[in-house]
């Protein structure tokens, strides 16, 4: 027998459980998958333990166990599918408590700052965008870079989303949660336009926005690698950057900083995030060395 047969074996309504609960909270197909190999690995090291009996002391030595091979981001992945796989539980009334709550995140993913681009290289970057579907790519860098929506976000937007009238956009985010958002009024002529020349889509019942040569929604793959390709022609032509690992979730990290770089209040960069707390969005209110030379150039030091 298998260690993924015996495992689905003994522990069929937990996994059952976890896995309706995660679609339900509308959790993406890839991070489903995650969660459930990590939730394997962990019920594997209960050895046939109840979930239900397991507490703080058996989450802990798991993510010990893998500390050596793992570093503390994976870590914290690890520890954030073990949460929701108890919380799962919990909601479907198969346990009573969430020993994973107990065992604190480490601390180095918080602390680091996000890689972002400044706002003039971001500008730079748009204009790396070519191709046949130039339009429909731009469309998308605004969305990410301009409006802070996630990869998932785009790739989950349908035409009824777009309230071109009225200049916003409604945004499914994190948990099934709704966040309609105002745009930029460039990037609500550039929606308007990508609606307008819409590749025709293989279904006529398909909704969504972006479609791709195919005639399919775009999916979350493609879009990484439309984004994958401008930055490696930017790169090229920037070898200073060469190093900074760029992707679709650094145009979100650079759309807060600009926001915060303007002085927009924090509670509100908050909600056009789609953030569930601020200290989420507390990660942004990074300092650079511009910004600490000229603090410096306030004080006045005596002479002696």
């Excluded at 910004?291 to 002479?303: F, G, H, L, W």
Aim: proline residues 3%.
């Amino acid at each position: 027998m298998t260690t993924k047969y015996y495992i689905e074996e003994f522990y069929a309504e937990p996994l059952q459980a976890f896995t309706i609960w995660m679609k339900q909270s509308g959790y993406t197909e890839t991070t489903r998958k995650e969660y459930l190999r990590e939730v394997y690995d962990y019920l594997f090291s209960l050895d046939e333990l109840p979930v239900q009996q397991a507490g703080k002391l058996n989450v802990v030595s798991f993510l010990v166990s893998k500390q050596e091979s793992a570093g503390d981001r994976t870590r914290n992945r690890t520890l954030s599918a073990i949460r929701s796989f108890y919380a799962s539980l919990i909601d479907f009334e198969l346990a009573t408590r969430n020993p994973a709550l107990e065992v604190k995140k480490s601390k180095t993913e918080k602390n680091k700052i996000p890689v972002y681009l400044e706002e003039q290289e971001l500008k730079k970057v748009l204009t790396y965008v070519d191709g046949r579907y130039r339009d429909r790519n731009l469309a998308i860098f605004l969305l990410m870079g301009y409006c802070g929506l996630r990869v998932g976000e785009v790739h989950r937007m349908n035409l009824s989303h777009f309230k071109r009238d009225k200049g916003t956009l409604e945004v499914l985010g994190k948990g099934r949660k709704w966040n309609e958002i105002p745009l930029p009024e460039l990037v609500v002529e550039y929606l308007a336009k990508v609606e307008e020349e819409r590749i025709q889509p293989y279904s006529s019942k398909e909704e969504a926005f972006f479609i791709s040569q195919k005639g399919r929604r775009l999916s979350i793959r493609q879009i990484q690698k439309i984004a994958a390709h401008v930055f490696d022609a930017f790169k090229q032509d920037h070898p200073q950057l060469t190093d900074m690992k760029l992707s679709c979730h650094k145009l979100r990290h650079s759309f807060a900083t600009m926001l915060l770089r303007n002085n927009v209040d924090i509670r509100v960069v908050k909600e056009l995030l789609g953030h569930a707390s601020i200290e989420t969005t507390m990660i942004y209110t990074h300092i650079n060395d511009e910004q600490k030379r000229s603090a410096m150039t306030t004080i006045e030091v005596p002479k002696i």
